[in-house]
C-alpha cells in the first residue's frame, strides 16, 4: 500500500463556489484523502426533523469527482442547540456537579439514551444515504471521543447506568462489598441503588469505587462507538475509524478499536507539549518548536496497535495551533519531519487539519495549509516535498519490531485512582520507558495487554502493570524473550486488593514486595554504579538474584534466568543500566543516540530524525537540524 | 484652579458628638474636600420605606459649616440586607453558578430590574433632598464600579437582559450566526431565547459569544451609572463624578465618564502592587514600599481621558491597607510624593482613604490620616506637608502632551477572550509601552479610541487595538504624528472575525501578517542588534521597509513614512530600539533616566520624582529617596 | 504508672479464626492496649435496627482474655449509607454549597439534629452493652474530630443552629449590630433569622462574622462530645478520651479535653511533614524520612495540657502512610525514636496505628505492624524494642518544665479570619517560638489561655494571643516569671474590635503599637546586630526601655521589669537574640544545639533524640543518626 496524505475540510464554512477550486488544490497538493462532515450536524438539520442534506450530497460529489476519496464523519461531536430542548438530560455533568453547558462541543453524556437514540438516528440517516456512495472511502465516528475530560460524567444518567453496570457485574450487593472491601469505614451498601458516584466524598472514595466507575466510563464510549459501527457496517463496506487524541486515556482504545477497521490518530507535536507530554520544563524550551522527539513516536505504535497495523494521522499540526497555554510555530522542516515519523512507524496516511484556516469562531488561530485570505500558509511547501518523497519511496512496509512493550488502559486507571505518590502516573512511567529504548535506537511495538504470544520479540517490558491476570503473568514468564517486569506490576488483583501472596507473585520468580513508599522529587534515591530512583521505589526480598542495589543496599532489580523484576521507578541513567544488558542479553545492540537524534525501522527503510534545532554527527553521518534521512536497509 | 485636597468620612461610625471636632482638624489639616454617604443606605433606611435622614442632614450641615465641601455619595454599591427579601434575584451570580451572598459589598447584578428600580428610589431622595444644598459641592454615583470581579454576572437577570441586548443588536437570529461564525461546531441557535450565557461550556466557547458577552456586560454598567447621573441632574447642579478603580477594565470607563463631569479613582500604590500591576518579582520588592513608578501615572493619565479633563484621586492610600496578599507601611515621603504625582498629572483633588481607621469590620486594618484612638496618624504629617506647599504652588495648568496612547476598553475585552498565549494581555501590553515612553521622560495623554483628530501629537502609538474601525484607521495613518501602531492592530473585525484581507490592512503601509505565534515566556527571540521578543510575535511580509529584525530573519518592524508597524511584544531593551528613533524623527528628545526617576510636565512645571530608595543623580541634579521636586519650565 | 504500648485493631476485617491468634501475637509484642470499634457501624447495624453486637462482644472477649485491655471507639464518624435515607440533610456542606457526599467518612453535619440523636441512641448501645464489661478499659468518642476539613460545615442545619447561637449570646440583634460593626458597609441585620453563614460573599465577610461562625463551630463539636461523653459516664467508670490529630486547630480542644478524662493523638510525623508542618522545603528534604523534629514534641505538650496531664498517642506511625503527597518509608530506627519522644513527653501509652495492613479500600497502603500476608512488617522489630526497653525503665514521671507557653485556639481562629499577610498564622508563630525553645534545650509546657497561675514557671511567652482579657493581662503582667508577650498581643478585643486605648494596653509596660504592617517573604527587615523581621511587624511607641532595634531604628522589643513586649515577628536568628537573655535573666541555661538533636527532661530522665540523617558529637556525647539516648537525671 503506498503511504498517501490528505486533509480535513468544512464546506460548510465557504461558500459552495469555492468547493471546486478547492478540490482542485488538493489535488495538486497531492492529497488523496479529504474529511469531511464530522461538525456539521447544525447545517444537516437545523431544526429537528428538517433534513438538509443536499450541501453534503454536493460537497462528496464535487471532492469525489476531482479525485478525492471522502472520509465520512459521524457528527455526533456537536450536537446542535435544539437537541438540549428536546433533551434537556443530555449533558455531561463534571466532578462539582455542574452539568457542561452548550456552547462549544462534546457536551453530551455518554449515558444519556435519548441522546444515544439521537445519534443512532442520524447515523443510520448518514450511513444509509452514503453507504454505497463510491467517493465515501471511509468512515469516521464522531470526533476525539474523551477530549476535554469529556469520558468521566456525574450526571444521573451517568449514575443510573452505573448501577446497572454494577448490578451485571456484581449480581449480589454483598458481592459488591466484599469485592470492594466496604467494611472499611462502614462503606457498605443495602442495595446497588444506594450506590453514588464516587465524587464530592469527605476525602478519597475508595478506590475499588473510583476504579469501578472508570472500567463502567470507559465502557460506556466503548459501547456508544460500537453502536455507531454496526450501524455503518449495515449499509458500508468502506472501512470505519476513529480519530484518538494524545494521551487520552481514560477508555480503553483497544476496545474500541475492536470494533472499527482502522484507528487514526490527531498528532499536535507542539500543542501538546505543555501539558500533555509530562515533560520537564527543560525538554518543553529545548523542543518548544519541534515537540518532544518519543511522544508522537509512542502514539505511532501505540495506535497501530489499537488499529491491528491499520492506521493514520487523521489531524497533523501544519503550523501553530490556538488552543495550548503558548501556541509557537514550528521549526521550518518539521511538517515534513513528523509526516515522515508516521509513515515509518506505519501510517498509511498524514492528513493535515485544516485545510484553509477559519476567520471565526474557537480555532480562527489554528493555521492550515492555506491563510484564511486562501493563500499558501508555511506548511504547504513542506507538504508537497513530503508529496514528492512518497512517490519515489517504496510502500508502506511494517515489520515487528525485537522489542515490545505492554500497554494496559486498565493500569492508567488504576495509578490515576491511586499513584500513592503526588505527580506519578502510569503513562508517564511507560513513557520515560519507552524514551530509553527510543535512545538506544529501538523500534518498538507496543501490546495489549491480552497478548499470550510474544513470540518474535526478543525483549518484551511489561512497567506499571498494577493488576496482571494469572495468564498474563503465565505466558510473559514463560515467553523466550528476555523480559523485564515492573515496578508496581501485580500489585492489585482484579478488584484492586493487595492479593496474597504478596505481589508480583510471579512464577519461577522468588522475589517479594515487602513494602512500597513514594518519594519526593528532590529526594532522589541514588543507585550504586549510577544512576537514581525517583518517585517510587519498592522494597524486595525473596531468593531470586539480586542485580542493581540502591546505595541504601536495598534491591533494585532482582531476576532469574530470562525474567528480571525492576522494582524501583528510574531515571533515564538508570533506566539505562537497567536495559542496556537486558537489551544486549536479547541479541540486540543498544545504541546511544545523542540527544534529540532518534531512529526507526520498518521492513525495508532506516529514518533518522533529528529533533534538535542543531547540526548533530553520529556514526559518520551528518544530520541537519528538524531533518529526516532516509536509508533503505541491507535485505 | 487651585490644587485642592480632601478626605473620606464616615459620620455614621462615630458618635455625633465628634463630628464638629472633626471637621475642625480636617479643615486644619488644610481639606477642602470630605466624601460621605457612599456606605450609608442602612441608616438611611433601616427597613423599607423608612427613611431616616435626619442625621446625614446634620453631618452635612456641621461639615458645611465648618468650611468643607461635601462630596455626596450615592448608597447602592451596598443595598441593606432587607433588599435581599424584597428581591432574593438581586444577586450577581459567578462564573460557577453560585450566586454571591450577602454579607459584603456590591452584591448586587447590574441586570436585575427590581434592584435597579430600588436604586433610581434611593437616588432620588437623595438627589431631591440635597440636590440645591449648598454644602454639597459634588456627587459621587455608587462606588468602585466592578471591583471584586461584579461587571460580569451570570444570573438570570442578566441572560435575559443579554438576549434583549443581541435581539436588539442583530435583529435576526441568522444575522448572529453568520456573523459569530456558528456554524463551526454546529452552534446555531434557532432563536435568541435558546442563547446561553459563555460559562460552564466543555471548552472554550466561541469568542464572538464571549466578547459580546463583555460588551453588554459593560453596557449594562453605563446604562445603569446614566440612570443615576441622569436622576442626579434633575435636581442638582454640581458635578457628578465616579470613583474608579486601578487596573478595573472590564467595562468602558470612557462611556461611563461621558455621562460624569469628573473622573475620580481610588489609588492604591501599595495594595496594587502585587496582584494588578503585573510587574515582576523583583519589582514589587524594590518598590514593595512605594509603588510601581509608572502604575498610577498610567491611570492619572487614563482617567483625565475618562474625565475629559477633569479629574481627581478620591481615594489616595495614606498607610497600610489591609485587604493586599501583604500590607507593607509606605516609605516616609511617599504619601507626598503620590499626591504630587497626581498634582503634575492635573489632579484638582487628592482625597486621602480615610480620615480616621475604622476600629471594627473588614476595613479595621486599613490606615488612615488619624488612628482609631483619634491621635494622628503617621500620614497626617505629609498631608500637611502637601497642604503647606499647594498654597504657594501655580494652579492646576494642563497641558496638551508631545506624545499620545490610544487606550481601548474593547481591546482590552478582545485580548481577554483571546490572549492566544498564557498571560498575555492588552493592559500589560500598553502599561509596557507606557513605561518605556516614561523611562524617556516623556509625558503623555491617553486618548479614547473614537478619536479621530491627533492634531498637537507628535508622536502616536496604538498597541494591540485588536479592532480598528475603517476611520481610526484612516485618522491615524493620515495624522502629521510620527505614529506606531501594533502588534495585534486590525487583527479583527468588530464581529471577532480575521479580516481579509489579511491584518494589518493599513492604508499605505504594505505589510500583511502572514501568521501569527505565541512564545513560552523563557524561550524570548532575540533581535539583530539587541532587545527581544516576549510572549507573541507576527510573521511580517510586505513591500514595507523593515526595520528591526529577528536573529531568524523575520522583520519585527516594517514602515513607511511615518508610519511603523510593530509586530511583536518586546522587552524594555527592545521597546527602547523601536521608540528611541520614533521620538527622535518626532523632534522629541528621549531621555535615558534612571531606575526609580521619573519626571512630568504641566504647562508651567516640571516635577521629578523619585521612587527609589536610594539618592540618585541624574543631568547634574540631586534626587533623594522618595521624594519630588518641583520646577518651573521655562516660558 | 508504667509506660505501655497498643495498637489498633479491627476485627471486622478479618476471619474470626484468626482473632486469637491475633490476639497471641499482640501480646507477645508487648502491647498493653488494643483499639477496636470505632469504624464498625454497618457491621453492628447493618439495617436499621437490626443490630449485631454479637462478633464485637466475641471479638472483646477474645483479645481481653488474651491479656488485652481494650479500649472502645464509639463508630460515630462513619455512619453507615442507610442514615443518610433516613437523614437527608444529615450531611455536612462544604464552602462552595456542595454537600459532602457518602463514600468515604465524617460525612455528618454537627448541627444536624437527626444524626445527632441517632449518635447518641448508637453510643448508648455501647455504653450499656459494655459499660461494665471488664476488658473494656478505656473509651473513645468517635474518631479525629475535624479531620479533612469537617468542623465548619455550611450546612441548613449549621445556618439554624448559629442563627440561635447568636440569639443567645447576643439577645437582640441591635447588640449585635453594635458589637459586629455592621454600620461598616450597611451590613446591619433587622433580625437574627437574615444572618447567613460567612460564605460566597463577593469580597471577604465581617471579620466578626467569621470569628463567631469559628467560635459558635467550635461549640458544635464540643457540645456533641460531650452528649457521647455523658452517656458513657452513664453506664461505665472507664476512662473517656479522643484521639485529636495534628494540627487540626479549628475546634477548642481544651474545651472537648474537659469533658474526656484522657487526651490521644494520632502522630503521623511523615505524613504530617508536607502539608501541615508548614516547614520549609530544605526542611522536608532534610526530614523526609523522620519527621520535623518538633512538631510530634508541640503536640505532645499541647494534649499533655488538653488531657489535664494525662495523655497517649493513639495511632502511632510504623511504616509509610497512603496519604500524604508523598509517603517514604521511616529510616531505621525512627519507630522507636518516635515512641520515645511520646514517653519523654509524659505519654501513657503508645499505640502503633494499625495492627495489620489492610489488603482493601482506602488505607490499603497504609503500613502496618504486620504486612497484608500476617509477616511481621519492619516496624515490629522496633516495637519490640520499645517492649524491652520500656520493662526497664522507670515510670511515667512527669514534672512541671521550667519554660510555660499560653496557646489559645481561639487566636488561631482569629488570626485565620484575619491574617493580615499571606500564609500568616497562629500556629505558625507559635510553632516557630516552640521550635527557637527547643533548640535552647529547653523543656516546656503548654497552658491554656484561661491560665492565671503562672507560679513554678521562670519563663512565660504568650505569643499572638490576639484577645487578652483583662486577667490574663494582669495574671501574666503580674507574674514572677520573666514573660515575653507578642506580637499581635490583644490587638482586638473579644468582639474582633480594636481596643482604645490601643493595644497591647499592658499594665505597667508603657507600649503602644502605633500601626501594622506585613510584608513579603523576600524583603525581610535586618535588625541591628543580627537576626530579621519576617511577615509582619508592629510600630511600637512608648515610654518603656527598648531593646532590639530594626535597621530603619523601630523598636522589636520593649520592656520594663520582667516583662517584654515583641513587636515582630521574627526568624530564628531574631527569635535567638530574644529568647536568650530571657532565658538566662530566668536563671536557666540556653543551650544552642546541633540541628537536629534535641532533648527533652522527665522528673527523673533526661531524653536525647538526634533526628538526623548523620551522626552529631555534642558536649562530650555521640549521637548514632535517628537515635534515642537516655540517661538518669542527678537526683
Known amino acids: 500500500m503506498k503511504r498517501t496524505l490528505g486533509t480535513c475540510y468544512y464546506p460548510e464554512h465557504w461558500p459552495t463556489e469555492l468547493w471546486a477550486k478547492d478540490a482542485e488544490r488538493m489535488v495538486d497538493a497531492g492529497l488523496t484523502w479529504v474529511r469531511i462532515g464530522e461538525f456539521a450536524w447544525s447545517r444537516l438539520e437545523p431544526t429537528p426533523g428538517d433534513l438538509r442534506f443536499d450541501w453534503l450530497d454536493q460537497a462528496i460529489e464535487v471532492l ?65 444515504r452514503y453507504g454505497d456512495n463510491s467517493y465515501v472511502a471511509a468512515w469516521q465516528t464522531d470526533n476525539e471521543y474523551g477530549c476535554h475530560g469529556t469520558t468521566l460524567s456525574y450526571s444521573d444518567a451517568a449514575l443510573q447506568a452505573f448501577r446497572k453496570w454494577l448490578r451485571e457485574k456484581y449480581q449480589t450487593i454483598d458481592a459488591l462489598n466484599l469485592a470492594w472491601g466496604n467494611v472499611f469505614w462502614s462503606m457498605e451498601y443495602n442495595d446497588f441503588d444506594q ?50 487524541m494524545g494521551r487520552i486515556t481514560d477508555f480503553d482504545h483497544f476496545k474500541v478499536g475492536d470494533d472499527l477497521d482502522i484507528a487514526t490518530w490527531d498528532s499536535y507535536p507542539l500543542g501538546f507539549l505543555e501539558d500533555r507530554v509530562g515533560a520537564s520544563v527543560e525538554k ?57 515519523e508516521a509513515f515509518a512507524h506505519g501510517a498509511e496516511a498524514v492528513c493535515y487539519f485544516r485545510w484553509r484556516q477559519a476567520p471565526m469562531a474557537q480555532e480562527q488561530m489554528h493555521a492550515g495549509l492555506l491563510r484564511p485570505d486562501r493563500a499558501d500558509a508555511p506548511a504547504m511547501a513542506e507538504a508537497k516535498q513530503v508529496r514528492d518523497e512518497i512517490a519515489k519511496a517504496p510502500d508502506v512496509a511494517p515489520a515487528q519490531a525485537p522489542v515490545a512493550m505492554i500497554f494496559d488502559y486498565d493500569a492508567e486507571a488504576a495509578w ?75 500489585a492489585r488483583d482484579g478488584e484492586m486488593t493487595i492479593p496474597t501472596p504478596l505481589p508480583p507473585a510471579l512464577p519461577g520468580l522468588d522475589v517479594t514486595v515487602d513494602r512500597v513508599e513514594s518519594i519526593r522529587p528532590d529526594t532522589p534515591i541514588a543507585m550504586q554504579g549510577g544512576g537514581a530512583i525517583t518517585g517510587y521505589r519498592e522494597m524486595l526480598v525473596g531468593g531470586a538474584e539480586v542485580g542493581l542495589v540502591a546505595e541504601d543496599g536495598v534491591p533494585v532489580t532482582m531476576s532469574s534466568g530470562n525474567i528480571t523484576y525492576l522494582g524501583a521507578w528510574l531515571d533515564q541513567a538508570g533506566m539505562s543500566r537497567v536495559l542496556t544488558p537486558v537489551i544486549e542479553a536479547a541479541g540486540l545492540t543498544a545504541l546511544s543516540l545523542p540527544e534529540g537524534l532518534r531512529l526507526r525501522d520498518t521492513a525495508t527503510e532506516r529514518f533518522w530524525f533529528n529533533y534538535g534545532t542543531e547540526a548533530v554527527a553520529y556514526d559518520g553521518r551528518q544530520f541537519a537540524p528538524a531533518s529526516v534521512t532516509r536509508e533503505l536497509l541491507p535485505e
Open 64 to 128: 469525489g469527482k476531482a479525485g478525492l476519496k471522502v472520509v465520512l464523519g459521524t457528527p455526533t461531536a456537536t450536537p446542535p442547540r435544539w437537541m438540549a430542548d428536546k433533551h434537556p438530560d443530555m449533558f455531561a455533568v463534571d466532578v462539582n456537579g455542574n452539568p457542561r453547558g452548550f456552547g462549544s462541543r462534546r457536551h453530551y453524556c455518554f449515558s444519556n439514551a435519548g441522546y444515544r437514540a439521537e445519534s443512532a438516528r442520524i447515523v443510520e440517516l448518514f450511513a444509509k
Open 195 to 244: 450506590i453514588g458516584l464516587p465524587n464530592l466524598t469527605v476525602t478519597e472514595p475508595n478506590p475499588a469505587h473510583s476504579l469501578n466507575f472508570r472500567r463502567f466510563s470507559s465502557d460506556q464510549v466503548v459501547s456508544y462507538n460500537r453502536m455507531q459501527a454496526e450501524i455503518i457496517r449495515k449499509y458500508s463496506k468502506a472501512p470505519t475509524s476513529h480519530n484518538y
Open 284 to 340: 518543553q524550551r529545548a523542543y518548544a518548536r519541534q515537540g518532544h522527539p518519543d511522544f508522537q513516536a509512542l502514539h505511532h505504535d501505540l495506535y497501530r496497535a489499537v488499529g491491528k497495523g491499520r492506521w493514520w494521522v487523521m489531524e497533523q499540526q501544519p503550523g501553530p495551533v490556538n488552543w495550548a497555554p503558548y501556541n509557537p510555530a514550528p521549526l521550518p522542516g518539521m511538517v515534513r519531519l513528523w509526516s515522515w
Open 416 to 490: 490515576a485512582v491511586q499513584p500513592h505518590g503526588a505527580g506519578l502516573s502510569y503513562f508517564c512511567l511507560f513513557f520515560e520507558t519507552y524514551q530509553a529504548l527510543r535512545k538506544m535506537g529501538l523500534s518498538i511495538d507496543i501490546l495489549r495487554p491480552e497478548t499470550r504470544d510474544f513470540s518474535g520479540y526478543k525483549v518484551v517490558l511489561a512497567p506499571g502493570l498494577m493488576h496482571m491476570p494469572e495468564g498474563l503473568k503465565q505466558a510473559l514468564t514463560q515467553a523466550n524473550s528476555v523480559t523485564v517486569i515492573g515496578p508496581r506490576a501485580a
